[in-house]
């Protein structure tokens, strides 16, 4: 048994680099080994501390099937698509 907390999640990772139009990202795949995610696989584009919006992200009973389930959502869209934007607050000072 795993020393964790109540609703802890832990997941080994496999880590993939998509290089496009010269830009490099991350797929990590997580596989879950404790707690609950949306599969038993998820793979999730990022910027190391940037996370990709979860519509982006994907599932599967397998790493191949959550890493193309991934690659299907993303393959039409330009690398910043993937990443939430900053809301800039224009107030007046």
Same mark, same amino acid.
């Given at each position: 048994?795993?020393?964790?907390?109540?609703?802890?999640?832990?997941?080994?990772?496999?880590?993939?680099?998509?290089?496009?139009?010269?830009? &490099? #990202?991350? !797929?990590?795949?997580?596989?879950?080994?404790? @707690?609950?995610?949306?599969?038993?696989?998820? /793979?999730?584009? $990022? &910027? #190391?501390? !940037?996370?990709?919006?979860?519509?982006?992200? @994907?599932?599967?009973?397998?790493?191949?099937? /959550?890493?193309? $389930?991934c690659?299907q959502?993303?393959?039409?869209?330009?690398?910043?698509?993937?990443?939430?934007?900053?809301?800039?607050?224009?107030?007046?000072?």
């Amino acid at each position: 048994m795993l020393s964790l907390k109540k609703g802890d999640i832990l997941t080994k990772i496999a880590r993939y680099n998509l290089i496009r139009d010269e830009r &490099l #990202i991350y !797929i990590d795949v997580h596989e879950t080994k404790a @707690g609950t995610l949306a599969g038993k696989f998820v /793979a999730v584009p $990022n &910027l #190391i501390n !940037i996370v990709a919006r979860q519509e982006f992200q @994907g599932s599967g009973e397998t790493e191949a099937e /959550a890493l193309e $389930n991934c690659l299907q959502k993303i393959k039409d869209f330009e690398i910043e698509d993937l990443f939430p934007k900053k809301d800039v607050d224009l107030k007046p000072v």
